[in-house]
């Protein structure tokens, strides 16, 4: 008789059921919101603070070139010395002071600038002061030469090229960021699965073996059914966890921003503050036809099946790895030894997609490895967006499900004797003397 769907409805209720997969499911949106917010909230506390910079300039070249700003003002000093200049700063308590001295050179390009102040000036202000003195130092050196820096801007041509392949089909810049992001996000999300609820399927595994609940089931049901149905029992409480936290995260995010007025985006690094920065010169915005029309040349519907393909079997593949090692010790502290085993391919497959996929996406390294099975859910899922033809994809894909089988003969085994093991830790010399019962 096959007890498949019973297993597979035991395993669901049980975890769903569980006091503590309650708590956590609702508990853990209502944590991580509450974390963003009060980053976000800080981040605006920190961005609404005004700045006062003192202004020495001994050249008398920048009188005019510093002005005001929400975040910055500017304070100039007159007749000082660099001592007297400290003093009236540090006696102010403003944020620092700017000390420009007197320009030697016609060049202007040896001129010594310092900046003082009691705390270290973040990257974004150091690199608006930087800014603003280049472009005055740059604007007198071209009138000197009897150059208009306006002729230079009407002369400067900014070039956008337009990407086509040989039928005609058109590609943008911002279609690539589409790709890189559906690519990065799609390994990503599988990566974290597999980590979260692999290691569920295990700890159930190792509870049902300690508690000898599993003396009593295994009597009539097979081994390798029992461990099917806690693989898709707990994925499928898995999938119920995730679309709760997507959904109450979204409305509780949404809530958050209205209620309380902070803007989430605030959370963003001075790091990605200068690239957001870097992107705006150089002309990048993103508009919304061109996102639209970006999106619209994507293979959607190959994306969605892959994705769904790729995911559902890379999942099962390494939960088959997980619950058998589950079978095969007591304790959660006994599967340190066979976790590094399982978690290298995974890490490999991480870094290959973001460092050699998102450059080279149809490489030498990039295809071999969409082949791998214990890489190519991450791997392939990263490459599909950038146009993977369809047969490379089916045989990654049967290669994929050929190693889960296989994993699964190979899992149950280790698992049918591993279940009703106790009081000893296995070598891996003992684990492959149960593969052979």
């Not at 039928?167 to 690539?176: F, L, M, R, T």
């Amino acid at each position: 008789m096959n007890h498949l769907p019973l297993i597979i409805r035991r395993e669901y209720i049980t975890k769903v059921k569980n006091k503590s997969f309650i708590i956590m499911t609702f508990l853990s949106p209502l944590l991580f919101i509450a974390l963003i917010s009060v980053v976000a909230y800080l981040s605006q506390l920190n961005n609404d603070k005004v700045r006062i910079i003192s202004v020495l300039d001994k050249s008398g070249v920048f009188q005019e070139s510093f002005q005001n700003s929400e975040e910055l003002k500017y304070i100039y000093l007159e007749n000082k010395t660099i001592e007297e200049a400290k003093e009236i700063t540090e006696a102010s308590e403003n944020f620092g002071l700017l000390y420009v001295e007197s320009i030697s050179n016609s060049s202007r390009k040896d001129i010594n600038i310092h900046f003082y102040s009691d705390e270290s000036a973040s990257l974004g202000v150091i690199s608006d002061l930087e800014r603003i003195i280049e472009q005055r130092l740059t604007y007198l050196n071209l009138k000197e030469r009897g150059i208009d820096s306006k002729d230079i801007e009407a002369a400067t041509v900014e070039i956008s090229i337009n990407q086509e392949n040989y039928v005609g089909i058109s590609s943008s810049k911002i279609e690539g960021y589409l790709k890189l992001i559906f690519g990065g996000a799609a390994g990503y999300l599988l990566f974290m699965f597999i980590i979260i609820y692999g290691n569920m399927i295990m700890r159930s595994v190792i509870e049902e073996k300690t508690s000898r609940i599993i003396e009593v089931i295994i009597s009539s049901v097979k081994p390798i059914q029992l461990m099917l149905g806690k693989i898709i029992g707990t994925s499928l409480a898995g999938i119920t966890q995730f679309t709760i936290w997507l959904i109450l995260g979204s409305v509780l995010m949404i809530i958050v921003s209205i209620i309380f007025n902070i803007d989430i985006s605030a959370t963003q690094t001075p790091q990605q503050m200068v690239v957001s920065q870097a992107m705006e010169s150089q002309g990048l915005n993103m508009q919304i036809q061109e996102v639209y029309t970006a999106f619209s040349h994507l293979p959607v519907v190959n994306l969605v099946i892959a994705f769904l393909f790729f995911f559902i079997g890379g999942y099962l593949l390494y939960s088959s790895i997980y619950a058998a090692i589950g079978a095969a010790v007591d304790n959660e502290t006994d599967t340190q030894q066979f976790m590094l085993p399982v978690l290298i391919p995974l890490i490999l497959a991480v870094y290959i997609g973001i460092f050699t996929v998102i450059d080279n996406p149809h490489g030498t390294v990039s295809t071999i490895f969409s082949f791998i099975p214990f890489t190519s859910p991450v791997v392939m899922l990263m490459r599909i967006p950038f146009g993977v033809p369809i047969w490379q994809q089916v045989v990654s894909l049967i290669l994929l499900i050929g190693m889960f089988l296989g994993t699964v003969w190979f899992a149950a085994k280790i698992y049918r004797v591993g279940i009703l093991m106790y009081g000893k830790k296995p070598s891996y010399k003992e684990l492959i003397k149960w593969i052979k019962y």
